[in-house]
């Protein structure tokens, strides 16, 4: 906007302009804005906000959203995913029925040791030319505090998945999925590996 300088005040076009903002806009209510809500809920104990089956003040299978729902885990989705490898061999890897020819544990890494480790394993079986092997991550410990942000347990039983799913990984694996229980069931995965070219 400019102002006219003799005078201090806005021109005509200003006004016009400055009219048709004050007429778009609402006058706030001062005092809802600073008068406490009377019908909010009492936050819930410390011991109701820690247990599994009470969440927000309702139990847990009353509600269908909870509020704190987390996108679902990486071992979720690749159970979802379609079949790359032959169903036969698929299915029988699925019942533990195929023996895997290595397998690397991983348990107890830090991520930034885990992500080299697992990189260098499954890029030698490959170049070995083992098919199955076994990467064992460990199920995770619990460790949500009850606090106002969720937290997932299991950090490389979580993260494995995705760097299976990225270069320079993604190139030489044909399915991931979750191994048998005869095999460590949640805290282990299969990678079935493509043959070497």
Do not use: C
Not at 51 to 77: E, I, N, Q, W
Request: aromatic fraction near 4%; glycine fraction near 8%.
């Amino acid at each position: 906007m400019t102002r006219n300088r003799r005078h201090g005040r806005l021109n005509d076009d200003d006004l016009a302009l400055w009219r048709q903002v004050t007429d778009r806009t609402e006058k706030l209510d001062l005092k809802s804005l600073f008068t406490p809500e009377i019908d909010a809920p009492a936050p819930a104990p410390p011991a109701l906000r820690k247990s599994k089956t009470v969440l927000m003040g309702k139990p847990a299978g009353k509600s269908k959203h909870s509020g704190h729902d987390l996108v679902p885990s990486l071992p979720d989705r690749l159970n979802r995913d379609p079949v790359q490898m032959d169903q036969k061999a698929f299915g029988k890897m699925k019942r533990g029925k195929l023996k895997p020819e290595g397998r690397i544990d991983l348990h107890g890494m830090t991520l930034d040791r885990a992500h080299p480790a697992l990189n260098r394993f499954i890029m030698s079986a490959h170049q070995s030319g083992k098919r199955l092997v076994l990467v064992i991550t460990g199920k995770g410990k619990q460790r949500d505090e009850g606090g106002p942000i969720p937290v997932r347990h299991g950090v490389l039983r979580h993260q494995v998945p995705q760097w299976l799913s990225m270069p320079p990984l993604s190139s030489v694996i044909l399915q991931v999925t979750q191994s048998h229980v005869s095999h460590g069931g949640q805290g282990a995965y299969y990678v079935y590996l493509r043959r070497q070219r």
